[in-house]
């Protein structure tokens, strides 16, 4: 087997799915909750925020869970490595066009809309199906 073969699990099987699905339910109600709480500015500045952050998640699990096993774990460090640079490098792309391209736009909105969702990360193993065992 080589091990440049890509993991065949579709992507909706992989462990980080469910933490991607439930950032993109929290941005979207982060996004619903400004609209509603304070106009729509703070709406779509908020909707903004939360894909600021579940993109390059998303560009990141993509990358990161390419390959899978014990014989792919050079190429499993290489993947994580560059899937973590691009997501820096697209979040900040990101910031950079939102804030160059949206106008009006509601700063602490989007701001806040992108710490709720990057926070949904932060619980995670909640999340995750797989279960590590104690050693």
Request: a positive charge.
């Amino acid at each position: 087997m080589d091990i440049r073969t890509p993991n065949r699990l579709p992507f909706h099987r992989l462990p980080v799915f469910p933490v991607l699905l439930v950032q993109l339910v929290a941005l979207l109600l982060a996004a619903v909750v400004l609209w509603q709480w304070r106009g729509t500015v703070a709406g779509y500045s908020g909707l903004c925020g939360g894909l600021i952050a579940w993109l390059p998640n998303l560009y990141f699990a993509r990358k990161a869970f390419r390959y899978s096993g014990a014989r792919a774990a050079q190429a499993i460090v290489r993947s994580f490595y560059a899937g973590e640079m691009g997501k820096l490098i697209l979040t900040a792309v990101l910031f950079a066009l939102t804030f160059a391209g949206v106008k009006p736009l509601d700063a602490p909105a989007v701001f806040g809309a992108f710490l709720l969702t990057q926070s949904v990360s932060w619980f995670a193993p909640l999340l995750m199906r797989t279960r590590f065992s104690k050693p």
